[in-house]
Protein backbone atom coordinates (compact mmCIF):
# COMPACT_ATOMS: atom_id res chain seq x y z
CA UNK A 1 0.00 0.00 0.00
CA UNK A 2 2.92 2.46 1.20
CA UNK A 3 4.64 1.14 -1.58
CA UNK A 4 2.12 1.99 -4.24
CA UNK A 5 1.82 5.26 -2.82
CA UNK A 6 5.39 6.36 -3.17
CA UNK A 7 5.21 4.67 -6.80
CA UNK A 8 2.06 7.26 -7.29
CA UNK A 9 3.96 10.22 -6.35
CA UNK A 10 7.23 9.65 -8.05
CA UNK A 11 5.01 9.11 -10.77
CA UNK A 12 3.40 12.46 -10.35
CA UNK A 13 7.01 14.12 -9.99
CA UNK A 14 8.13 13.01 -13.06
CA UNK A 15 5.31 14.05 -15.18
CA UNK A 16 5.04 17.10 -13.74
CA UNK A 17 8.78 17.81 -14.26
CA UNK A 18 8.78 16.88 -17.43
CA UNK A 19 5.56 19.04 -18.02
CA UNK A 20 7.49 21.73 -16.65
CA UNK A 21 10.70 20.89 -19.01
CA UNK A 22 8.06 21.36 -22.12
CA UNK A 23 7.19 24.82 -20.45
CA UNK A 24 10.75 25.91 -20.47
CA UNK A 25 12.44 24.36 -23.62
CA UNK A 26 12.91 27.57 -25.27
CA UNK A 27 15.38 28.21 -22.46
CA UNK A 28 14.18 29.38 -19.01
CA UNK A 29 11.68 32.53 -19.82
CA UNK A 30 8.89 32.71 -21.87
CA UNK A 31 8.64 34.10 -25.46
CA UNK A 32 5.67 35.63 -26.72
CA UNK A 33 5.40 37.10 -29.88
CA UNK A 34 2.22 38.84 -31.26
CA UNK A 35 4.23 39.52 -34.72
CA UNK A 36 7.38 40.34 -35.98
CA UNK A 37 6.36 43.85 -34.45
CA UNK A 38 6.11 43.14 -31.16
CA UNK A 39 7.87 40.54 -28.65
CA UNK A 40 8.18 40.01 -25.33
CA UNK A 41 10.51 37.78 -23.41
CA UNK A 42 9.18 36.93 -20.02
CA UNK A 43 11.92 35.78 -17.40
CA UNK A 44 9.85 36.99 -14.12
CA UNK A 45 10.41 35.09 -10.59
CA UNK A 46 12.59 32.12 -12.29
CA UNK A 47 15.47 32.31 -9.49
CA UNK A 48 17.85 33.52 -12.26
CA UNK A 49 21.02 34.89 -10.79
CA UNK A 50 22.84 35.90 -13.83
CA UNK A 51 21.19 37.21 -17.15
CA UNK A 52 20.94 34.39 -20.11
CA UNK A 53 21.71 35.01 -23.49
CA UNK A 54 18.61 35.46 -25.58
CA UNK A 55 16.72 32.71 -27.26
CA UNK A 56 16.81 32.45 -30.91
CA UNK A 57 13.42 34.16 -31.83
CA UNK A 58 14.35 36.95 -30.63
CA UNK A 59 16.29 37.63 -33.78
CA UNK A 60 13.24 37.62 -36.17
CA UNK A 61 12.18 41.18 -34.54
CA UNK A 62 11.99 44.09 -37.24
CA UNK A 63 15.07 46.10 -36.78
CA UNK A 64 13.24 48.66 -38.35
CA UNK A 65 9.65 48.74 -36.16
CA UNK A 66 9.91 45.99 -33.70
CA UNK A 67 9.15 46.43 -29.65
CA UNK A 68 10.79 44.08 -27.22
CA UNK A 69 9.97 43.85 -23.85
CA UNK A 70 12.43 41.62 -21.96
CA UNK A 71 11.74 41.35 -18.05
CA UNK A 72 13.23 39.91 -15.58
CA UNK A 73 11.24 41.27 -13.07
CA UNK A 74 11.73 39.52 -8.82
CA UNK A 75 15.20 37.36 -9.40
CA UNK A 76 18.27 37.38 -7.69
CA UNK A 77 20.53 38.77 -10.39
CA UNK A 78 23.54 40.94 -8.50
CA UNK A 79 25.76 41.78 -11.18
CA UNK A 80 24.26 43.21 -14.60
CA UNK A 81 27.00 42.13 -17.52
CA UNK A 82 27.05 43.26 -21.11
CA UNK A 83 23.85 42.49 -22.92
CA UNK A 84 23.60 40.52 -26.02
CA UNK A 85 22.36 42.46 -28.93
CA UNK A 86 18.59 42.71 -29.10
CA UNK A 87 17.04 44.02 -32.71
CA UNK A 88 14.04 46.15 -32.92
CA UNK A 89 13.64 50.04 -32.44
CA UNK A 90 12.09 50.44 -28.88
CA UNK A 91 13.65 48.31 -26.43
CA UNK A 92 12.50 47.95 -22.95
CA UNK A 93 14.17 45.89 -19.83
CA UNK A 94 12.97 45.63 -16.44
CA UNK A 95 15.37 43.97 -13.69
CA UNK A 96 12.88 45.54 -10.72
CA UNK A 97 13.19 43.52 -7.43
CA UNK A 98 16.56 42.08 -8.03
CA UNK A 99 20.10 42.10 -5.99
CA UNK A 100 21.74 44.45 -8.28
CA UNK A 101 24.66 45.96 -6.98
CA UNK A 102 27.46 46.08 -9.86
CA UNK A 103 26.95 47.28 -13.49
CA UNK A 104 29.43 46.91 -15.84
CA UNK A 105 31.19 49.40 -18.03
CA UNK A 106 29.47 48.67 -21.66
CA UNK A 107 26.48 46.82 -20.27
CA UNK A 108 24.05 47.97 -22.51
CA UNK A 109 26.54 49.13 -25.44
CA UNK A 110 24.83 46.57 -27.60
CA UNK A 111 21.28 47.87 -27.64
CA UNK A 112 21.76 50.93 -28.57
CA UNK A 113 17.75 51.23 -28.79
CA UNK A 114 16.98 50.82 -25.54
CA UNK A 115 14.28 53.42 -24.58
CA UNK A 116 13.26 52.07 -20.86
CA UNK A 117 14.78 50.77 -18.20
CA UNK A 118 14.47 49.95 -15.28
CA UNK A 119 16.60 49.36 -12.17
CA UNK A 120 14.16 49.74 -9.70
CA UNK A 121 14.43 47.82 -6.28
CA UNK A 122 17.83 47.11 -6.06
CA UNK A 123 20.84 47.77 -4.06
CA UNK A 124 22.42 49.89 -6.47
CA UNK A 125 24.40 52.98 -4.98
CA UNK A 126 25.43 56.16 -6.22
CA UNK A 127 29.06 54.97 -6.98
CA UNK A 128 27.89 52.04 -9.45
CA UNK A 129 25.88 54.39 -11.53
CA UNK A 130 28.35 56.07 -13.46
CA UNK A 131 29.06 57.21 -17.01
CA UNK A 132 30.53 53.85 -18.35
CA UNK A 133 27.57 51.89 -17.76
CA UNK A 134 25.49 53.71 -20.63
CA UNK A 135 28.15 54.25 -23.09
CA UNK A 136 27.51 53.17 -26.80
CA UNK A 137 29.70 51.15 -29.33
CA UNK A 138 33.18 52.92 -29.71
CA UNK A 139 33.40 54.45 -33.05
CA UNK A 140 36.40 56.54 -34.44
CA UNK A 141 37.30 57.38 -31.16
CA UNK A 142 34.60 58.21 -29.29
CA UNK A 143 31.88 56.62 -27.10
CA UNK A 144 28.28 56.78 -29.19
CA UNK A 145 25.18 57.24 -27.24
CA UNK A 146 22.36 55.32 -26.69
CA UNK A 147 18.26 56.30 -27.04
CA UNK A 148 17.52 55.89 -23.40
CA UNK A 149 14.63 57.82 -22.40
CA UNK A 150 13.19 56.58 -18.92
CA UNK A 151 15.04 55.28 -16.24
CA UNK A 152 13.60 54.13 -13.24
CA UNK A 153 16.23 53.74 -10.05
CA UNK A 154 13.74 54.21 -7.45
CA UNK A 155 13.79 52.44 -4.36
CA UNK A 156 17.48 51.97 -3.99
CA UNK A 157 20.36 52.66 -1.88
CA UNK A 158 21.50 56.23 -4.07
CA UNK A 159 23.14 59.02 -1.76
CA UNK A 160 25.02 61.09 -4.73
CA UNK A 161 25.19 60.86 -8.33
CA UNK A 162 27.96 61.07 -10.85
CA UNK A 163 27.94 64.54 -12.57
CA UNK A 164 28.98 62.71 -15.98
CA UNK A 165 26.21 59.68 -15.49
CA UNK A 166 24.02 61.39 -18.09
CA UNK A 167 26.51 61.95 -20.45
CA UNK A 168 25.70 59.02 -23.05
CA UNK A 169 22.04 59.29 -22.69
CA UNK A 170 20.92 62.74 -24.39
CA UNK A 171 17.41 61.70 -25.16
CA UNK A 172 16.96 61.14 -21.08
CA UNK A 173 13.24 62.28 -20.82
CA UNK A 174 11.79 60.17 -17.01
CA UNK A 175 13.84 59.71 -14.41
CA UNK A 176 12.62 58.38 -11.20
CA UNK A 177 15.01 58.81 -7.95
CA UNK A 178 11.98 57.89 -5.67
CA UNK A 179 12.61 55.98 -2.48
CA UNK A 180 16.65 56.67 -2.20
CA UNK A 181 18.32 58.20 0.67
CA UNK A 182 19.58 61.47 -1.03
CA UNK A 183 18.91 63.50 2.04
CA UNK A 184 21.36 66.46 0.41
CA UNK A 185 20.81 67.32 -3.23
CA UNK A 186 24.40 67.94 -3.85
CA UNK A 187 26.52 69.81 -6.84
CA UNK A 188 27.27 66.80 -8.37
CA UNK A 189 23.87 65.52 -8.46
CA UNK A 190 22.75 68.56 -9.51
CA UNK A 191 25.18 68.44 -11.87
CA UNK A 192 23.83 65.21 -12.99
CA UNK A 193 19.94 66.40 -13.40
CA UNK A 194 20.65 69.60 -14.72
CA UNK A 195 22.75 67.97 -17.52
CA UNK A 196 19.90 66.30 -18.87
CA UNK A 197 18.41 68.68 -20.59
CA UNK A 198 15.46 66.49 -22.44
CA UNK A 199 14.44 65.74 -18.90
CA UNK A 200 10.23 66.67 -18.75
CA UNK A 201 9.87 63.81 -15.63
CA UNK A 202 11.20 64.29 -12.48
CA UNK A 203 10.60 62.01 -9.25
CA UNK A 204 11.91 62.95 -6.19
CA UNK A 205 9.63 61.82 -3.64
CA UNK A 206 10.88 60.07 -0.31
CA UNK A 207 14.00 61.01 -0.82
CA UNK A 208 14.55 62.68 2.62
CA UNK A 209 15.47 66.12 0.85
CA UNK A 210 14.23 69.71 2.91
CA UNK A 211 15.77 71.75 0.13
CA UNK A 212 16.60 71.90 -3.31
CA UNK A 213 18.98 74.75 -4.13
CA UNK A 214 17.35 78.31 -6.12
CA UNK A 215 19.58 77.40 -9.53
CA UNK A 216 18.91 73.68 -9.38
CA UNK A 217 17.09 73.26 -12.33
CA UNK A 218 18.66 75.61 -14.53
CA UNK A 219 19.02 74.16 -17.84
CA UNK A 220 15.88 72.05 -17.58
CA UNK A 221 13.89 73.89 -20.23
CA UNK A 222 11.59 70.27 -20.89
CA UNK A 223 10.82 70.20 -17.46
CA UNK A 224 6.94 69.04 -17.22
CA UNK A 225 6.28 67.32 -13.96
CA UNK A 226 7.95 66.67 -10.51
CA UNK A 227 6.67 64.75 -7.53
CA UNK A 228 8.06 66.23 -4.10
CA UNK A 229 5.79 64.20 -1.97
CA UNK A 230 7.36 62.77 0.84
CA UNK A 231 10.27 64.08 1.95
CA UNK A 232 11.18 67.21 4.53
CA UNK A 233 9.97 70.06 2.61
CA UNK A 234 8.47 73.18 5.08
CA UNK A 235 7.67 75.28 2.17
CA UNK A 236 7.04 74.32 -1.76
CA UNK A 237 10.94 75.15 -2.79
CA UNK A 238 10.93 78.49 -4.72
CA UNK A 239 13.80 76.86 -7.10
CA UNK A 240 10.65 75.43 -9.10
CA UNK A 241 9.91 78.75 -10.23
CA UNK A 242 13.16 78.80 -12.32
CA UNK A 243 10.80 75.35 -14.58
CA UNK A 244 7.66 77.85 -13.90
CA UNK A 245 7.18 78.47 -17.87
CA UNK A 246 7.01 75.08 -18.44
CA UNK A 247 6.02 73.01 -15.55
CA UNK A 248 2.03 71.48 -15.65
CA UNK A 249 1.98 68.90 -13.24
CA UNK A 250 3.07 69.40 -9.85
CA UNK A 251 2.98 66.50 -6.48
CA UNK A 252 3.69 68.22 -3.05
CA UNK A 253 2.07 65.35 -0.95
CA UNK A 254 3.23 64.49 2.37
CA UNK A 255 5.40 67.05 3.65
CA UNK A 256 5.67 68.99 7.13
CA UNK A 257 4.63 72.41 5.47
CA UNK A 258 2.07 74.42 7.79
CA UNK A 259 0.35 76.48 5.31
CA UNK A 260 0.04 77.90 1.77
CA UNK A 261 0.62 81.40 1.03
CA UNK A 262 1.15 84.06 -2.02
CA UNK A 263 5.31 82.62 -1.94
CA UNK A 264 4.43 79.00 -2.17
CA UNK A 265 3.52 79.22 -6.04
CA UNK A 266 5.30 82.29 -6.79
CA UNK A 267 6.30 81.67 -11.01
CA UNK A 268 4.33 78.57 -12.06
CA UNK A 269 2.10 80.21 -14.37
CA UNK A 270 2.19 77.18 -16.47
CA UNK A 271 0.82 74.15 -14.14
CA UNK A 272 -2.12 72.29 -15.06
CA UNK A 273 -2.58 70.04 -12.17
CA UNK A 274 -1.27 70.69 -8.31
CA UNK A 275 -1.97 68.11 -5.77
CA UNK A 276 -0.80 69.03 -2.32
CA UNK A 277 -2.39 66.10 0.31
CA UNK A 278 -1.39 64.06 3.01
CA UNK A 279 0.14 67.12 4.63
CA UNK A 280 -0.40 66.51 8.27
CA UNK A 281 0.70 69.89 9.55
CA UNK A 282 -1.08 71.69 7.03
CA UNK A 283 -3.26 74.02 9.02
CA UNK A 284 -4.00 77.28 6.52
CA UNK A 285 -4.61 77.83 3.37
CA UNK A 286 -3.94 81.65 3.32
CA UNK A 287 -4.62 84.93 0.55
CA UNK A 288 -3.44 84.69 -2.92
CA UNK A 289 -2.31 81.62 -2.15
CA UNK A 290 -3.26 80.47 -5.91
CA UNK A 291 -2.94 83.79 -7.64
CA UNK A 292 0.41 82.87 -9.60
CA UNK A 293 -1.20 79.54 -11.06
CA UNK A 294 -3.06 81.35 -14.45
CA UNK A 295 -3.31 77.83 -15.98
CA UNK A 296 -4.46 75.30 -13.81
CA UNK A 297 -7.19 73.28 -13.96
CA UNK A 298 -7.29 70.66 -11.39
CA UNK A 299 -6.16 70.85 -8.22
CA UNK A 300 -6.34 68.57 -5.31
CA UNK A 301 -6.61 69.50 -2.14
CA UNK A 302 -7.30 66.12 -0.05
CA UNK A 303 -6.53 63.95 3.02
CA UNK A 304 -4.84 67.04 4.79
CA UNK A 305 -6.37 66.03 8.38
CA UNK A 306 -5.73 69.69 9.95
CA UNK A 307 -6.50 71.42 7.01
CA UNK A 308 -8.99 74.44 8.94
CA UNK A 309 -8.86 77.24 6.98
CA UNK A 310 -9.16 78.49 3.26
CA UNK A 311 -8.63 82.40 3.22
CA UNK A 312 -11.68 83.55 1.04
CA UNK A 313 -9.15 85.80 -1.11
CA UNK A 314 -6.90 82.39 -1.80
CA UNK A 315 -8.21 82.42 -5.03
CA UNK A 316 -7.39 85.91 -5.74
CA UNK A 317 -6.61 87.20 -8.91
CA UNK A 318 -7.08 83.98 -10.95
CA UNK A 319 -11.15 84.32 -10.42
CA UNK A 320 -11.66 86.91 -13.15
CA UNK A 321 -9.55 84.18 -15.51
CA UNK A 322 -11.14 81.05 -14.35
CA UNK A 323 -9.61 78.48 -15.76
CA UNK A 324 -9.79 75.70 -12.83
CA UNK A 325 -12.38 72.96 -13.88
CA UNK A 326 -11.93 70.37 -10.76
CA UNK A 327 -11.43 71.45 -7.74
CA UNK A 328 -11.43 68.72 -4.85
CA UNK A 329 -11.30 69.41 -0.94
CA UNK A 330 -12.15 65.80 0.29
CA UNK A 331 -10.90 64.73 4.04
CA UNK A 332 -9.62 67.58 5.55
CA UNK A 333 -10.74 69.41 8.56
CA UNK A 334 -12.90 72.25 6.64
CA UNK A 335 -15.93 73.30 8.31
CA UNK A 336 -16.66 76.84 6.38
CA UNK A 337 -16.20 78.22 3.00
CA UNK A 338 -16.63 81.65 2.35
CA UNK A 339 -19.20 82.01 -0.56
CA UNK A 340 -17.04 84.03 -2.61
CA UNK A 341 -13.84 82.18 -2.59
CA UNK A 342 -13.91 80.88 -5.94
CA UNK A 343 -16.98 80.84 -8.78
CA UNK A 344 -18.48 77.60 -7.97
CA UNK A 345 -20.61 77.71 -10.90
CA UNK A 346 -17.76 77.65 -13.51
CA UNK A 347 -16.61 74.43 -11.90
CA UNK A 348 -16.95 71.01 -13.76
CA UNK A 349 -16.47 68.77 -10.72
CA UNK A 350 -16.33 69.66 -7.10
CA UNK A 351 -15.16 67.29 -4.33
CA UNK A 352 -16.28 68.09 -0.58
CA UNK A 353 -16.55 65.03 1.25
CA UNK A 354 -15.01 63.83 4.69
CA UNK A 355 -15.07 67.28 5.98
CA UNK A 356 -16.94 68.55 9.33
CA UNK A 357 -18.71 70.67 7.55
CA UNK A 358 -21.16 73.79 9.64
CA UNK A 359 -24.57 73.84 7.14
CA UNK A 360 -24.73 77.42 7.58
CA UNK A 361 -26.15 79.82 4.83
CA UNK A 362 -23.03 80.61 3.60
CA UNK A 363 -23.04 77.16 2.37
CA UNK A 364 -26.26 76.44 1.38
CA UNK A 365 -25.42 79.65 -0.67
CA UNK A 366 -22.84 78.10 -2.29
CA UNK A 367 -24.44 74.47 -2.63
CA UNK A 368 -28.08 75.99 -3.69
CA UNK A 369 -27.70 79.29 -5.40
CA UNK A 370 -24.32 79.09 -6.88
CA UNK A 371 -24.92 75.61 -7.92
CA UNK A 372 -22.15 73.63 -6.51
CA UNK A 373 -24.31 71.14 -5.45
CA UNK A 374 -24.38 69.71 -9.13
CA UNK A 375 -20.58 69.44 -9.31
CA UNK A 376 -20.46 66.26 -6.82
CA UNK A 377 -19.86 63.02 -8.51
CA UNK A 378 -22.34 60.76 -8.06
CA UNK A 379 -22.16 59.05 -4.64
CA UNK A 380 -19.94 61.99 -2.86
CA UNK A 381 -22.37 63.91 -1.54
CA UNK A 382 -20.47 65.49 1.72
CA UNK A 383 -22.74 65.24 4.75
CA UNK A 384 -23.43 67.87 7.35
CA UNK A 385 -21.63 67.77 10.85
CA UNK A 386 -23.20 70.79 12.41
CA UNK A 387 -25.60 72.41 13.47
CA UNK A 388 -27.02 69.34 15.70
CA UNK A 389 -30.37 69.39 14.12
CA UNK A 390 -28.60 68.71 10.43
CA UNK A 391 -25.98 66.60 11.46
CA UNK A 392 -25.45 63.76 8.84
CA UNK A 393 -27.78 65.30 6.37
CA UNK A 394 -26.65 66.09 2.56
CA UNK A 395 -25.43 69.33 2.40
CA UNK A 396 -27.60 69.35 -0.87
CA UNK A 397 -30.66 68.71 1.31
CA UNK A 398 -30.02 72.63 2.95
CA UNK A 399 -33.42 73.97 1.55
CA UNK A 400 -33.65 77.68 0.58
CA UNK A 401 -36.32 78.25 3.28
CA UNK A 402 -34.11 77.54 5.76
CA UNK A 403 -32.10 80.87 4.69
CA UNK A 404 -35.01 83.11 4.17
CA UNK A 405 -32.62 86.16 3.68
CA UNK A 406 -30.76 84.22 0.75
CA UNK A 407 -31.01 87.58 -1.29
CA UNK A 408 -28.99 89.70 0.86
CA UNK A 409 -26.18 87.22 2.53
CA UNK A 410 -25.05 86.62 -1.39
CA UNK A 411 -20.91 87.56 -1.41
CA UNK A 412 -21.38 89.23 2.17
CA UNK A 413 -17.41 89.50 2.45
CA UNK A 414 -15.91 88.20 5.47
CA UNK A 415 -13.79 91.46 7.85
CA UNK A 416 -10.21 91.73 7.56
CA UNK A 417 -8.38 89.30 10.54
CA UNK A 418 -5.21 89.72 11.86
CA UNK A 419 -4.55 86.24 10.55
CA UNK A 420 -4.11 87.71 7.04
CA UNK A 421 -1.39 89.65 8.54
CA UNK A 422 2.40 88.35 7.13
CA UNK A 423 5.43 89.67 8.12
CA UNK A 424 5.87 91.01 4.89
CA UNK A 425 3.11 93.50 5.70
CA UNK A 426 4.07 94.09 8.96
CA UNK A 427 7.51 95.59 7.47
CA UNK A 428 5.46 97.31 4.97
CA UNK A 429 3.35 98.92 7.72
CA UNK A 430 6.29 99.62 9.69
CA UNK A 431 7.95 101.19 6.89
CA UNK A 432 4.68 103.22 6.14
CA UNK A 433 4.91 104.64 10.33
CA UNK A 434 8.28 105.33 9.75
CA UNK A 435 8.13 107.03 6.68
CA UNK A 436 5.10 109.15 8.51
CA UNK A 437 7.12 110.52 11.64
CA UNK A 438 10.21 111.03 9.15
CA UNK A 439 8.54 113.39 7.64
CA UNK A 440 6.75 114.80 10.26
CA UNK A 441 10.30 115.16 12.08
CA UNK A 442 11.75 116.98 8.80
CA UNK A 443 8.67 119.19 9.26
CA UNK A 444 9.70 120.07 12.58
CA UNK A 445 12.79 120.73 12.15
CA UNK A 446 12.32 122.96 9.25
CA UNK A 447 9.53 125.01 11.60
CA UNK A 448 12.08 125.00 13.98
CA UNK A 449 14.61 126.23 11.61
CA UNK A 450 12.02 128.90 10.60
CA UNK A 451 11.30 129.78 13.98
CA UNK A 452 14.82 130.40 14.97
CA UNK A 453 15.80 132.40 11.60
CA UNK A 454 13.12 134.59 12.31
CA UNK A 455 13.36 135.26 15.72
CA UNK A 456 17.42 135.97 14.63
CA UNK A 457 16.31 138.68 12.04
CA UNK A 458 13.54 140.11 14.83
CA UNK A 459 16.52 140.28 17.38
CA UNK A 460 19.14 141.80 15.03
CA UNK A 461 16.12 144.49 13.95
CA UNK A 462 16.33 147.32 16.90
CA UNK A 463 13.72 147.63 18.48
CA UNK A 464 11.72 150.92 18.47
CA UNK A 465 10.16 151.95 21.69
CA UNK A 466 7.39 154.42 20.66
CA UNK A 467 6.78 156.73 24.09
CA UNK A 468 2.85 157.14 23.70
CA UNK A 469 2.94 159.88 26.07
CA UNK A 470 5.89 161.70 23.90
CA UNK A 471 2.81 161.26 21.18
CA UNK A 472 0.35 162.38 23.06
CA UNK A 473 1.80 165.25 24.02
C1 LIG B 1 2.28 43.73 -28.18
O1 LIG B 1 1.52 42.58 -27.81
C2 LIG B 1 0.91 42.63 -26.54
C3 LIG B 1 0.19 41.34 -26.29
O2 LIG B 1 1.04 40.26 -26.48
C4 LIG B 1 -0.04 43.81 -26.49
O3 LIG B 1 -0.59 43.94 -25.20
C5 LIG B 1 0.70 45.09 -26.85
O4 LIG B 1 -0.18 46.19 -26.90
C6 LIG B 1 1.42 44.96 -28.18
N1 LIG B 1 2.24 46.14 -28.39
C7 LIG B 1 2.43 46.70 -29.59
C8 LIG B 1 3.34 47.88 -29.62
O5 LIG B 1 1.90 46.28 -30.60
C1 LIG C 1 5.76 36.15 -16.49
O1 LIG C 1 6.01 34.93 -15.86
C2 LIG C 1 5.64 34.86 -14.49
C3 LIG C 1 6.07 33.53 -13.94
O2 LIG C 1 5.69 32.49 -14.77
C4 LIG C 1 4.14 35.08 -14.36
O3 LIG C 1 3.77 35.07 -13.01
C5 LIG C 1 3.78 36.42 -14.98
O4 LIG C 1 2.39 36.63 -14.97
C6 LIG C 1 4.29 36.52 -16.41
N1 LIG C 1 4.10 37.86 -16.88
C7 LIG C 1 3.62 38.17 -18.09
C8 LIG C 1 3.52 39.60 -18.42
O5 LIG C 1 3.26 37.33 -18.87
C1 LIG D 1 9.78 38.10 -5.09
O1 LIG D 1 9.65 36.73 -4.91
C2 LIG D 1 9.81 36.29 -3.60
C3 LIG D 1 9.76 34.80 -3.59
O2 LIG D 1 10.72 34.29 -4.45
C4 LIG D 1 8.78 36.92 -2.72
O3 LIG D 1 8.93 36.53 -1.39
C5 LIG D 1 8.87 38.43 -2.84
O4 LIG D 1 7.85 39.05 -2.11
C6 LIG D 1 8.79 38.87 -4.27
N1 LIG D 1 9.06 40.27 -4.34
C7 LIG D 1 8.30 41.12 -5.02
C8 LIG D 1 8.73 42.53 -5.00
O5 LIG D 1 7.33 40.76 -5.63
C1 LIG E 1 30.24 40.93 -12.62
O1 LIG E 1 30.39 39.97 -13.64
C2 LIG E 1 31.58 40.09 -14.42
C3 LIG E 1 31.54 39.08 -15.54
O2 LIG E 1 31.09 37.85 -15.08
C4 LIG E 1 32.79 39.93 -13.52
O3 LIG E 1 33.97 40.14 -14.29
C5 LIG E 1 32.74 40.92 -12.40
O4 LIG E 1 33.79 40.71 -11.49
C6 LIG E 1 31.41 40.80 -11.66
N1 LIG E 1 31.35 41.83 -10.66
C7 LIG E 1 30.95 41.60 -9.42
C8 LIG E 1 30.99 42.76 -8.48
O5 LIG E 1 30.59 40.50 -9.04
C1 LIG F 1 17.47 61.26 -29.68
O1 LIG F 1 16.23 61.63 -30.24
C2 LIG F 1 16.36 62.22 -31.53
C3 LIG F 1 14.98 62.69 -31.94
O2 LIG F 1 14.02 61.73 -31.70
C4 LIG F 1 16.93 61.20 -32.49
O3 LIG F 1 17.08 61.78 -33.75
C5 LIG F 1 18.29 60.74 -31.96
O4 LIG F 1 18.79 59.74 -32.78
C6 LIG F 1 18.16 60.23 -30.54
N1 LIG F 1 19.48 59.96 -30.01
C7 LIG F 1 19.90 58.73 -29.75
C8 LIG F 1 21.27 58.63 -29.18
O5 LIG F 1 19.20 57.77 -29.93
C1 LIG G 1 -10.20 68.94 13.37
O1 LIG G 1 -10.33 70.17 14.05
C2 LIG G 1 -10.91 70.06 15.33
C3 LIG G 1 -11.05 71.44 15.90
O2 LIG G 1 -11.70 72.28 14.99
C4 LIG G 1 -10.08 69.17 16.20
O3 LIG G 1 -10.71 68.99 17.46
C5 LIG G 1 -9.90 67.82 15.55
O4 LIG G 1 -9.02 67.02 16.30
C6 LIG G 1 -9.34 67.99 14.15
N1 LIG G 1 -9.33 66.71 13.49
C7 LIG G 1 -8.20 66.08 13.20
C8 LIG G 1 -8.35 64.80 12.46
O5 LIG G 1 -7.12 66.51 13.48
C1 LIG H 1 -32.40 64.35 1.54
O1 LIG H 1 -33.74 64.78 1.32
C2 LIG H 1 -34.62 63.75 0.89
C3 LIG H 1 -35.99 64.32 0.63
O2 LIG H 1 -35.98 65.69 0.47
C4 LIG H 1 -34.70 62.67 1.96
O3 LIG H 1 -35.50 61.61 1.52
C5 LIG H 1 -33.33 62.14 2.24
O4 LIG H 1 -33.38 61.20 3.32
C6 LIG H 1 -32.37 63.26 2.61
N1 LIG H 1 -31.06 62.65 2.74
C7 LIG H 1 -30.12 63.10 3.57
C8 LIG H 1 -28.89 62.26 3.71
O5 LIG H 1 -30.24 64.13 4.18
Redesign the pocket.
Known sequence: MYFLRGVFVLLCALLSASRAEDDVKNGPCDIFSQDVNNLTLNCSRRNIDRIPSWPEEINKVADRDGHVLITFFNNSI??I?ELDRVPGNKIAISFKSNRI??I?DDAFKNIHRLVYLDLSNNRLSGDVLRSEIFQGPYNEGVYSQIALETLSLGYNEIHSLDKYLFQYTPNLTRLYLNNNPIELLDHVTLLAISSATKLEVLDLAKTDIDNIPLDAFRGLVNLKQIDLSGNQFVTVPESLSLVGSTLQYLTFNNNPIVELNDDSFIGLTSLVELEVGENDNLEEVKRSTFMPLKSLRVLHLCHNKNLKYISHNAFRGVKDKWTLKEVYLDDNNLSELSTDLLPWDKLEVLGMTGNRWLCNCDLANIVTKQDAGSKFKPGEIPYCAAPMRLTGAYVTNITVSFCPQFDTTFATKKGFSIKDLKPKHILWTILGVATVVGIGMICGLLVNLAKAFYRKNLRSQPIRYININDDLA
Do not use: D, F, L, M
Open positions: TNTREE
